[in-house]
């Protein structure tokens, strides 16, 4: 499941073909299921004795990549990126465009060509251009038109001890956990939200949590990993094999300490291992969902991820497990939270 997650195109803006799948997947299991105009999927679970909380759950959908803004006299195509990309890993990356899935390669005026201050400067995005093989701006016309979504060509892969690569494991992660335990049963009411747009702004998490004013939120993510070579312990964000992590507070919001005890409370019951995020850096659809409407309860377990935002993300199996394993236990326990939020273990 989380292969083809990772495979499916949905850069922020264009996630319609994921929220096609996904509905097709929660159908079985769901007892309502709406997609609103911005195209969140919002998907209803009647607990066994319902409750007075209402409670939701947010995964995004979108993932970062490029929309296409110009095609040049040659037949290359001008972009703009969608979400956060680090110009240094763009030359001579692989993209797929459009619908039909266009071949492109990220590509700059060859070394030897270029002048001694661009030989000696990082290149930057704005010199760079997708090749798709056309022989003039007339036959790229034929393939691809402005506005049209690029993303990562990249495929999932098993590699290493217990690891995996692959595009848009944020948050294709988070997807593929709320897949999983929406196919349980829960004692509370509980809505499984799929949200668009994240990478540009946490703007479809706005619309949704808006819309449900709910009392709780836990938001599954992605998250970086930082325990490569060059970066001091300290520094290392989270790291592969500790387990999901957990945040205290990041650029967009600050979790709620009542949420976060009571994840730890049931990662200890469970025997599942888990880690906090060690730096204040990023942000994700909690920084929406928590100050919407009356305020919502929010919380965040994230998946730790090498080289986020790139074509290759690396995460580890293992850690996928204890993810799924450590929501879906707090989902079976939201009964012991109670309108104040005291934990009542």
């Known amino acids: 499941m989380l292969k083809t997650l990772t495979e499916i195109n949905a850069v922020s803006g264009d996630e319609d073909l994921l929220a096609e799948f996904i509905v097709k997947n929660i159908k079985p299991y769901a007892t309502d299921i709406k997609i609103d ?175 449900l004013n709910a009392d709780t939120c836990l938001v599954l993510e992605g998250t970086n990993a930082a325990d490569v070579d060059g970066v001091p312990k300290h520094k290392q964000v989270t790291v592969l094999g500790d387990g999901p992590a957990l945040s205290i507070m990041d650029r967009a919001s600050i979790s709620n300490k009542k949420y976060n005890e009571f994840i730890e409370i049931t990662a200890k019951n469970e025997g599942l291992k888990y880690q906090y995020k060690k730096t204040v850096m990023g942000g994700n659809d909690a920084g929406s969902v928590s100050t919407a409407s009356d305020g919502c309860a929010t919380a965040v377990i994230s998946l730790p991820t090498r080289y986020i935002h790139s074509p290759i993300s690396v995460a580890k199996k293992s850690d996928i497990a204890d993810m799924v394993k450590l929501a879906r236990g707090v989902l079976k326990n939201l009964h012991k939270f109670d309108l104040d939020m005291k934990v009542r273990f």
């Open 37 to 211: 105009t911005m195209g969140n999927v919002i998907a209803f679970k009647k607990g066994r004795k319902g409750g007075k909380l209402t409670h939701m759950l947010a995964a995004h959908m979108d993932e970062v990549g490029f929309i296409i803004t110009k095609i040049t006299e040659n037949g290359f195509l001008k972009f703009e990126e969608v979400g956060g990309i680090s110009d240094q890993i763009l030359l001579t990356q692989r993209v797929e465009i459009g619908e039909n899935k266009v071949k492109g390669i990220l590509g700059v005026k060859a070394v030897h060509l270029q002048s001694k201050d661009e030989r000696e400067s990082l290149i930057k995005k704005k010199n760079m251009y997708i090749d798709i093989g056309a022989k003039d701006k007339a036959d790229a016309e034929k393939r691809v038109k402005i506005g049209d979504y690029a993303t990562f060509c990249s495929k999932y892969t098993e590699f290493g001890t217990d690891k995996i690569k692959a595009k848009a494991l944020d948050d294709r992660v988070g997807v593929y956990t709320l897949l999983e335990l929406i196919k349980d049963e829960y004692d509370e009411d509980i809505y499984f939200c799929f949200t668009v747009q994240e990478e540009v702004g946490l703007r479809g998490a706005k619309i949704v949590s808006h819309r």
